[in-house]
T-cell receptor, first 120, second 114 residues
Framework: GAVVSQHPSWVICKSGTSVKIECRSL??????MFWYRQFPKQSLMLMAT?????????EQGVEKDKFLINHASLTLSTLTVTSAHPEDSSFYIC????????????????FGQGTRLTVV | DAKTTQPPSMDCAEGRAANLPCNHS???????VYWYRQIHSQGPQYIIH???NNETNEMASLIITEDRKSSTLILPHATLRDTAVYYC???????????????FGTGTLLAVQP
């Protein structure tokens, strides 16, 4: 399957600082990327849908000014956690879907390995 | 997208088949059944998907009931490395242009025992 890479794999930052997480599709073009957050012993929660060249669509309850998403190219989306606080500590996961071609069925999404953010 | 119901946990002996059930009684005609798994502290991994016919690949088999209200993921010979949370998700097909989201439920924690 296609490869999605996240960077960094883990990061520790001080409260009040901002952290940027990158999500790259390595061998395919992704018009759409998804950002999830996962707290310990919980399922993945979708935060936002990122579309190349346009504004992200945020899920209800997710602060768009706090979680800045940029999808400037077909292979890169970034999530910036601004003014991070300890409660933002979580496992952040991105997912990418290949650009559909020829009107065919676009199937599975591919996931990055996740980024563990710890805010101290 | 239709909601799914899965048992919270299951055990399976190493080398035996693992059968993971999923109930999706409100599934619509244009919704597919997808299975993903998440090994601890990793991103989810795609396993298999299907619409109404049974499907098989190198990882698993997917059995969908005739009324499509439930399905079973079968790992034919479970190994310790198959210990993970398995998610059953239903969503509509994407014929281009749509940004269909994958909404995860709570999944089933499969523990493969030596």
């Amino acid at each position: 399957g296609a490869v999605v890479s996240q960077h960094p794999s883990w990061v520790i930052c001080k409260s009040g600082t901002s952290v940027k997480i990158e999500c790259r599709s390595l061998d395919f073009q992704a018009t759409t990327m998804f950002w999830y957050r996962q707290f310990p012993k919980q399922s993945l929660m979708l935060m936002a849908t990122s579309n190349e060249g346009s504004k992200a669509t945020y899920e209800q309850g997710v602060e768009k000014d706090k979680f800045l998403i940029n999808h400037a190219s077909l292979t890169l989306s970034t999530l910036t956690v601004t003014s991070a606080h300890p409660e933002d500590s979580s496992f952040y996961i991105c997912s990418a879907r290949e650009a559909p071609t020829g009107g065919g069925l676009n199937t599975e999404a591919f996931f990055g390995q996740g980024t563990r953010l710890t805010v101290v | 997208d239709a909601k799914t119901t899965q048992p919270p946990s299951m055990d399976c002996a190493e080398g035996r088949a693992a059968n993971l059930p999923c109930n999706h009684s409100t599934i619509s005609g244009n919704e597919y059944v997808y299975w993903y798994r998440q090994i601890h502290s990793q991103g989810p991994q795609y396993i298999i998907h299907g619409l109404k016919n049974n499907e098989t690949n190198e990882m698993a088999s997917l059995i969908i009931t005739e009324d499509r209200k439930s399905s079973t993921l079968i790992l034919p010979h479970a190994t310790l490395r198959d210990t993970a949370v398995y998610y059953c998700i239903v969503r509509v097909a994407d014929y281009g242009g749509a940004t269909n989201k994958l909404i995860f439920g709570t999944g089933t924690l499969l523990a493969v025992q030596p």
